[in-house]
């Protein structure tokens, strides 16, 4: 019923990666200006709701925003899956500031560990052209939920406090939005591991099986993360129907990739790549480039950049009639 995606390996990925071997606001006054009008009193109960939303749903910088609401406004507007995806990193792109851009930019040249939100920004790109080429240029499903490193942490903060609907809310909030409605079979984590800003893992959960998989080519010895355990709790309040193991069997199997010649320094890189393999149904040690790797990363996160400094961050309205996303 689910065919391997190794098919994927003989075309170029959707992603284009080859697969190959006023801080001074109140400092100034000025005599005689007319006081500001009140605020209207239905915006005061507005936000009171959206408050209650968010005394909900709030969990750490990555859930401050009401996502259903986006959701329903990209329903009415009739966007696709792949472009609710792409208004998705747009409504994270306001929350982020220009500053955060910007070293997230720096990040991804050499010499440097590719940062949290610059992998963000790629795997969200990545991810939206693999559900645009499953659902239209192979007239398939989507059965694989990506989960970013954005979200990831605040997943694994969630479960490890005993928050697990908070964290199931999380998970479903990557999933149902965009119009998914099949429970996944696979869900494709890419996070750091113990938040460690140079050591980077990607998790494979097999919802199907109950299986747990963690991707790893850090070489030196570390102590281990249990926290990816924790989240078959959120995952089971959020898809009860699938086989789940029990908790006193819950088995999380570590695959060590042995790259001797990889530096350090490229660690996020080199399990950005991972990620994309197990994503795209390859092999999860296919080998890559991991100079062509970081160059997609940065064009995406500049691209995204520019975007913000334009102020062009909504869905462009040939994309609302039909057309594809105006940033592919």
């Known amino acids: 019923?689910?065919?391997?995606?190794?098919?994927?390996?003989?075309?170029?990925?959707?992603s284009g990666l080859p697969t190959i071997p006023d801080t001074n606001g109140d400092a100034y006054t000025r005599d005689g200006?007319?006081?500001?009008?009140?605020?209207?009193?239905?915006?005061?109960?507005?936000?009171?709701?959206?408050?209650?939303?968010?005394?909900?749903?709030?969990?750490?910088?990555?859930?401050?925003?009401?996502?259903?609401?986006?959701?329903?406004?990209?329903?009415?507007?009739?966007?696709q899956p792949w472009q609710r995806i792409h208004a998705r990193l747009l409504n994270w792109a306001i929350i982020w500031p220009m500053s955060e851009l910007e070293h997230a930019l720096n990040s991804t040249t050499r010499g440097h560990q590719v940062d949290e939100v610059a992998l963000s920004i790629w795997s969200t790109q990545t991810y939206k052209r693999y559900v645009r080429a499953r659902l239209t240029e192979k007239s398939g499903s989507v059965d694989r939920l990506f989960v970013p490193p954005n979200m990831a942490d605040a997943i694994s903060n969630a479960v490890f406090n005993g928050r697990h609907g908070e964290a199931c809310g999380m998970l479903k909030d990557l999933w149902t939005p965009f119009g998914l409605e099949e429970m996944p079979r696979l869900i494709v984590v890419l996070a750091k591991h113990r938040s460690d800003s140079n050591h980077w893992v990607v998790h494979k959960f097999s919802l199907p099986d109950g299986g747990l998989t963690t991707y790893d080519s850090y070489p030196e010895r570390t102590l281990p993360d249990g926290r990816p355990l924790g989240w078959w709790f959120a995952i089971r309040i959020a898809w009860p129907t699938a086989p789940y193991p029990k908790p006193d069997n819950l088995v999380q199997k570590m695959v060590r990739l042995h790259r001797?010649?990889?530096?350090?320094i490229d660690n996020s890189v080199a399990a950005a790549g991972i990620w994309r393999n197990v994503l795209m149904g390859s092999r999860a040690e296919r080998s890559l480039d991991l100079e062509r790797l970081r160059d997609l990363i940065n064009t995406e996160v500049k691209n995204l950049k520019q975007r913000k400094q334009m102020g062009k961050l909504s869905v462009s309205p040939s994309a609302r009639n039909g057309g594809g996303a105006a940033w592919d």
Do not use: C, F, I
């Not at 019923?1 to 959707?14: F, I, S």
């Not at 001797?260 to 350090?264: I, V």
């Open 1 to 14: 019923m689910h065919e391997d995606e190794e098919d994927d390996e003989g075309r170029g990925a959707p």
């Open 33 to 79: 200006s007319p006081p500001l009008p009140a605020l209207p009193d239905h915006d005061e109960e507005e936000e009171d709701g959206h408050g209650k939303q968010l005394d909900v749903h709030g969990q750490g910088p990555w859930n401050t925003t009401d996502y259903s609401m986006d959701a329903s406004a990209a329903q009415q507007a009739g966007l």
């Open 260 to 264: 001797p010649l990889q530096l350090p």
